[in-house]
């Protein structure tokens, strides 16, 4: 079992940054990629960025040169530094882990609403 939890949400001014965090813990030997997707209101979840545990990193288009996704193994940790924010940006952020290649874990989700 793996348990995530997220933090770092909260409402910014378009043009504004944000930094989210994800602390895993419990068997967190497991963990493979880790990553973010987000859920807007009346919209499906989508894929924000994601951090393979060799490094590999990936982004959805609409948020590469803004975004940036890190990893910290020592801390079981992933952040999302989100920067030049915009109002479309605004959805509930969800922190995801997959365990063993076979398991898909997910955090609560943090709201992160951007003013135009």
């Known amino acids: 079992q793996v348990q995530l939890v997220e933090s770092g949400g909260g409402l910014v001014q378009a043009g504004g940054s944000l930094r989210l965090s994800c602390a895993a813990s419990?068997?967190?030997?497991?963990?493979?990629?880790m990553g973010w997707y987000r859920q807007a209101p009346g919209k499906q979840r989508e894929l924000v960025a994601t951090?393979?545990?060799?490094?590999?990193?990936n982004y959805v288009d609409s948020v590469k040169g803004r975004f940036t996704i890190s990893r910290d193994n020592a801390k079981n940790t992933v952040y999302l530094q989100m920067n030049s924010l915009k109002p479309e940006d605004t959805a509930v952020y969800y922190c995801?882990?997959?365990?063993?290649?076979?398991?898909?874990?997910w955090g609560q989700g943090t709201q992160v609403t951007v003013s135009s």
């Open positions: 995801h882990a997959e365990w063993f290649q076979l398991y898909d874990y």
């Open positions: 419990g068997s967190t030997r497991g963990i493979s990629d």
């Open positions: 951090i393979r545990s060799g490094g590999t990193i």
